[in-house]
């Protein structure tokens, strides 16, 4: 299928408002954001009051303002990190480059900055109303995207299949209240992700499983507005709704949860808190991904580092656990999208010499 490009996706969100100059709302989005990171809230860390009652982050704000962030761009973006590793080009090319030298196929796959897809946290409802879909008010975001695609990497964007779904009839996508997406939000991503593994050649002689899957819509208190209600003296504010896609294995005596590591599964998802939030509700991205899939996917994510933590966790887990690589297919990274700025770790090349594919065990 032929791409699309940000141009042609602006000009066909605005519709009737195709006239107007995308060029300057996207200016103004991000001088917004530039002028809000310095209005956090009393008592609390990074904590900005939205429009439209949402709370948003400071990470959040800085990432939708930023400009490039590779190439001469990284170090701006990542001032903290050590110059070298300031780009977080190579070490994903290199990441790559090294997997496919083992049989291994890369899918990398960012999650949405929430005020990118949902804009109207920073301009406000009024701004956007005459656009038919909200359009992609971060260039650079996509621009990279198209930069890792010309390389050779698979990528899996999902900021445009955001804007695009927001009337999805399992959203919010985000919400106001938590950081993280939704479970509405991780099933568009698991279902896109189903479409590219199962089209491999190995994905047929993988053994199945079968799965119960339910939809249930609940309340939600979000962790953001709990941690920085009472340190802010904010009021009560009404919960967010969220549905819940719970997804459990399917046994002879009735359902069952996966186990949390799958080793031997040919699919392993690395990155951070984003792969196991909502793990309680068993509607993770570990869990939908699996449900999509037809057998477990193996988890190695970490709470935080999913620009290099991650990546190291990898290889120790493929040095420590033997034959870890053997009919390993696919790696799926998956991390917040505002991790390309500010990062303080970097983006450290990391090497998988030591981890090579053994012989299997007989």
């Not at 879909?133 to 890792?148: A, C, S, V």
């Not at 991904?289 to 620009?307: K, M, Q, R």
């Amino acid at each position: 299928m032929k791409r699309v490009s940000i141009a042609m996706l602006a000009v066909l969100a605005a519709g009737a408002a195709a006239a107007q100059d995308l060029k300057a709302l996207e200016a103004e989005f991000k001088a917004t954001c530039q002028k809000m990171v310095s209005a956090k809230l009393k008592g609390t860390g990074e904590d900005v009051i939205g429009k439209e009652g949402w709370v948003v982050l400071t990470t959040e704000l800085n990432y939708a303002a930023s400009g490039p962030f590779w190439g001469e761009g990284g170090r701006k973006a990542n001032p903290k990190a050590a110059p070298e590793v300031a780009d977080p080009l190579p070490a994903i090319l290199d990441f790559d480059r090294q997997l496919k030298a083992k049989g291994i196929t890369l899918v990398f796959m960012p999650v949405p900055t929430r005020i990118v897809a949902y804009p109207e946290a920073i301009l406000g409802n009024e701004k956007l109303a005459p656009f038919k879909q909200p359009p992609h008010l971060h260039t650079p975001e996509h621009e990279f995207m198209q930069l890792l695609r010309r390389s050779g990497v698979k990528v899996v964007e999902l900021t445009p299949l955001f804007l695009a779904s927001r009337k999805n009839p399992h959203g919010p996508l985000f919400i106001p209240s938590e950081s993280h997406w939704t479970p509405g939000g991780i099933a568009l991503a698991t279902a896109e992700l189903a479409k590219l593994i199962t089209a491999m050649p190995f994905y047929s002689s993988v053994p199945k499983q079968e799965f119960v899957v339910t939809w249930q819509e609940n309340d939600h208190f979000g962790h953001i507005y709990k941690d920085i209600r009472d340190k802010a003296g904010l009021p009560e504010r009404p919960k967010d709704h969220v549905w819940i896609r719970s997804c459990m294995l399917k046994t002879a005596t009735g359902e069952a949860k996966m186990d949390w590591r799958n080793p031997q599964s040919p699919v392993v998802i690395i990155g951070d808190s984003n792969i196991i939030w909502w793990r309680d509700q068993q509607s993770s991205l570990f869990h939908q991904l699996s449900a999509d899939l037809g057998f477990p996917v193996d988890n190695l994510a970490t709470t935080g580092g999913g620009a290099t933590n991650t990546r190291l966790n990898f290889v120790r887990t493929a040095l420590a656990e033997k034959d870890y690589l053997v009919g390993k297919k696919v790696v799926i990274w998956c991390f917040t999208s505002r991790s390309f700025y500010n990062s303080v770790d970097g983006w450290k090349l990391v090497p998988l010499d030591r981890a090579p594919v053994p012989e299997p065990t007989p």
